[in-house]
């Protein structure tokens, strides 16, 4: 019992709380022995309830975790009544007495008549081994009227190829099953509320009364963005290989070179012997189905050091967290050749951090309207940066109201930048998923040929082309999701929306997903693939790793140790990712193409800025001199969401450094203000 109640802490208590109220606990352990799982397992399951809840019930009080229970318990009813309804209907077809089929009924009674007009009826009979159009009958009979009445919004839907254009036509929309209902956009609690925010000794950016005049931001691209159009599902298994190997082979380079080490320091770890070296390979699990754990870790080899083979490690001391494709660098040794001692784990060097000569940096300040001279603490002559990322609109409708909110927020605070982070038409949306859903009017297409380029003009084009309008200087940079159904680009790393096609602004900018960009002097690493969610369910901790640091700061570290936006390898199993609102039910997981895995590597500098959105709470940290944020969603699937807002001020050189001549870093995380605001 004590163990179940430390382990309950540990998950569910969020710092500086320390233990549950004997209430929650209460409630959590009887979810535990009633649904006999793990409190790991009731995580994850907590995690998927708060994703589809939205951020409005994620406190963990007593009434929330006994709707938490309740809705478990509903769950595992549906399950069983509809495992019940499954057999029942086997036993019903197996032992089903035959009818007279000379009446004009099929053997099982199984005829549907599906009324298409007032002559024309279709009799379609279902097979046990399929469906068969059987005939056309033109009797009068009792025929069950479908509602084939015109709507009065134009539909788009899979159904309507079932009918003539011109006769107008059209199935109903099915209303979605769900098991909560959402709540209203216009309903939402707090709009606008800051949730948590970063550096709040800054003042938030002050508003022109007018729009400038020209864009302050200059936004250039550190990622060859041509590479990215690689064909994708053509990855062929001995370029992954190398691509894998070359990895380790790299590390070894940079580890060998930081610690000042011999080449002869460095062996082959699955090798019997005595002698102490080094071994720097993948971290994995020994069955590609489990779970990595302690147990089960190996580390594997590339070809040139270690023949490619996998070695089970041992931790002797020290503390650590790992995860599967993390690259490290062990030192110990391998005296029975069964597995490998680790003594001690090396260091893996950082990248330097991005800096630029002053020159530059008094020419952005310029653009900011402040000189040398002047004060670099005004509101006024500061950037104003929003961000947020996908879905942006909730699971029961495509009106797109959150979006629509967030583009009259940056008109109103006159945003020198706004980046919009996929996906935007999402594939896990259950209606776009369905196809069967109503658009509403618009002259610049016909409602029988609307195709989801015409969707995405409507829906997300219109509302960015009117920001647009009203804020000519604001640059606009939209960043693809492998969720995106306009994406013909399916696996990560992706290539950029097609803008010109899909009717977007000229101010906003197509990039890769992931992307590198600079924002004036600021280097700002974004990928949409959410890594830290994925990270957190496959991350373990050897030794006392996990106490006295922070989850939310640890795993954007393996980030930036790592040198990659997914360092994850293999990506987690989508069957174990939370379920979706769509029929099937499994969520789009991360389709890798390893092949092109180099094109997700940090390269030049550690970047100044990383946003990452992800399904954990939202958050603003400094890891390793990065500042790190977590916008949210704008949209959860059952209501209204959140977004970032940052404020930065010019960087002002001192005297000092403008005595030494050298280049200085950014130091954005001593100047920039981030606010976590509900939408």
């Known amino acids: 019992m004590a163990t179940l109640i430390t382990e309950l802490n540990e998950l569910f208590a969020i710092p500086p709380v320390k233990e549950l109220s004997p209430d929650v606990s209460g409630e959590l352990q009887s979810i535990c022995r009633l649904h006999s799982i793990s409190p790991e397992q009731l995580s994850y399951k907590w995690e998927s309830y708060s994703m589809n809840m939205g951020s409005e019930q994620t406190q963990l009080d007593l009434p929330t975790a006994r709707a938490f229970k309740k809705d478990l318990q509903e769950i595992v009813e549906r399950e069983a009544r509809s495992k019940s309804h499954m057999r029942s209907a086997d036993r019903r077809g197996a032992f089903a007495t035959p009818r007279n089929a000379a009446k ?44 084939f009445d015109t709507p009065t919004v134009p539909k788009f839907s899979k159904a309507n190829g079932m009918s003539s254009p011109s006769d107008g036509r059209s199935l109903p929309a099915r209303p979605m099953q769900t098991g909560h209902q959402s709540v209203p956009f216009a309903e939402r609690q707090n709009p606008g509320q800051i949730i948590e925010t970063f550096n709040g000794h800054l003042d938030v950016h002050e508003a022109s009364i007018a729009p400038h005049s020209e864009p302050r931001v200059k936004l250039t691209a550190n990622t060859d963005l041509k590479r990215f159009r690689y064909r994708p599902m053509a990855m062929h298994l001995s370029e992954a290989s190398e691509i894998l190997d070359d990895r380790i082979d790299e590390f070894q380079s940079l580890i060998q070179a930081h610690h000042g080490l011999d080449d002869s320091a460095f062996g082959n770890a ?17 069955s590609p189905e489990g779970k990595l754990n302690a147990a089960s870790m190996v580390l594997e080899l590339s070809r040139r ?61 310029e653009r900011l309207g402040v000189t040398e001279e002047q004060d670099h603490s005004l509101p006024s002559k500061t950037l104003n940066v929003l961000f947020a990322s996908g879905p942006y609109t909730a699971d029961d409708n495509l ?27 999402d594939t896990e949306h259950p209606l776009l998923a369905s196809g069967d859903f109503e658009l509403p ?132 199993d989508r069957t174990l990712l939370p379920k979706i609102g769509t029929e099937e039910g499994l969520a789009t997981g991360t389709p890798m193409d390893v092949s092109y895995l180099k094109l997700g590597e940090w390269l030049d500098a550690r970047p100044d800025m990383l946003i990452q959105p992800s399904a954990l709470p939202q958050f603003t940290k400094v890891v390793e001199n990065v500042l790190v944020v977590n916008p949210g969603t704008v949209s959860k699937r059952k209501g209204a969401g959140t977004f970032a807002q940052m404020t930065i001020y010019p960087r002002k050189i001192t005297v000092q450094e403008r005595s030494q001549g050298a280049m200085v870093g950014h130091r954005l995380f001593e100047r920039a203000r981030v606010d976590v605001v509900r939408i």
């Open 104 to 147: 004009g009924e099929d053997v099982l009674g199984m005829y549907v008549q599906v009324d298409l007009g007032d002559k024309n009826t279709l009799l379609i009979q279902f097979r046990i081994e399929g469906i068969t159009p059987l005939q056309q009958s033109t009797s009068g009979g009792n025929k069950r009227k479908a509602p």
């Open 399 to 425: 009106a797109f109201e959150p979006l629509q909110a967030l583009c009259q927020k940056a008109e109103e605070t006159c945003a020198d930048m706004l980046i919009l982070i996929g996906p935007f038409l």
């Open 305 to 365: 050091t270690g023949a490619g083979l996998r070695v089970p490690l041992k931790i002797e001391s020290g503390a650590c967290a790992f995860f599967p494709g993390q690259i490290v660098a062990v030192r110990g040794v391998n005296p029975s050749g069964d597995y490998f001692s680790v003594s001690g784990i090396l260091a893996i060097p950082l990248l330097d951090l991005a800096a630029s000569n002053q020159t530059t940096i008094d020419g952005f300040n």
């Open 441 to 572: 009017h618009d002259p610049s297409f016909e409602p029988d040929r609307a195709t989801l380029v015409d969707v995405f003009r409507l829906l997300i084009a219109k509302p960015l082309q009117a920001l647009a309008q009203a804020l000519p200087s604001i640059t606009i940079v939209c960043i693809p999701s492998t969720r995106d159904i306009m994406n013909k680009h399916v696996s990560w790393p992706q290539d950029n929306l097609p803008g010109k096609k899909l009717g977007l602004p000229k101010q906003a900018k197509m990039v890769s997903n992931p992307v590198t960009v600079s924002i004036n002097e600021l280097v700002v690493a974004i990928s949409a693939q959410d890594i830290l969610y994925e990270l957190r369910s496959s991350e373990i901790t050897v030794g006392d790793e996990s106490k006295g640091s922070s989850l939310l700061a640890r795993l954007p570290r393996h980030l930036i140790e790592q040198r990659h936006f997914f360092p994850l390898y293999p990506p987690m």
């Open 270 to 286: 699955a090798a019997q012997g005595t002698n102490e070296i080094i071994s720097v390979g993948r971290i994995a699990s020994d």
